[in-house]
Nanobody, 111 residues
Framework: HVQLVESGGDLVQPGRSLRVSCAAS????????LSWIRQAPGKGPEWVST????????YYADSVQGRFTISRDNAKNTVALQMNSLKSEDTAQYYC?????WGQGTQVTVS
């Protein structure tokens, strides 16, 4: 059973940090690049970050560059997004995805 399960979303104040995680199961995690996508209320999906299958390359949207860090642990089948200096505009549902598989999302609210 293929699953991506996000966790760690919370309500935080602007300027604070938060780490969201995604646990994968049911497929060969280590061969997939993983991405975080977010969707704010009333807006379309926004790509946030991608990490290659081996973790050696990472990519970030301009809006989060320098504040967010994506990482993965292929031994534990997890990917994480460390979010620092959070802003109100970071408020969104955050999804981890391979683009063929999606999690259910975790809510991050910055207020």
């Amino acid at each position: 059973h293929v699953q991506l399960v996000e966790s760690g979303g919370d309500l935080v104040q602007p300027g604070r940090s938060l780490r969201v995680s995604c646990a994968a199961s049911g497929f060969t995690f280590s061969i997939y690049s993983l991405s975080w996508i977010r969707q704010a209320p009333g807006k379309g999906p926004e790509w946030v970050s991608t990490i290659t299958s081996d973790g050696r390359q990472t990519y970030y949207a301009d809006s989060v560059q320098g504040r967010f860090t994506i990482s993965r642990d292929n031994a534990k089948n997890t990917v994480a997004l460390q979010m620092n200096s959070l802003k109100s505009e970071d408020t969104a549902q955050y999804y981890c995805t391979t683009y063929s598989m999606w999690g259910q999302g975790t809510q991050v609210t910055v207020s």
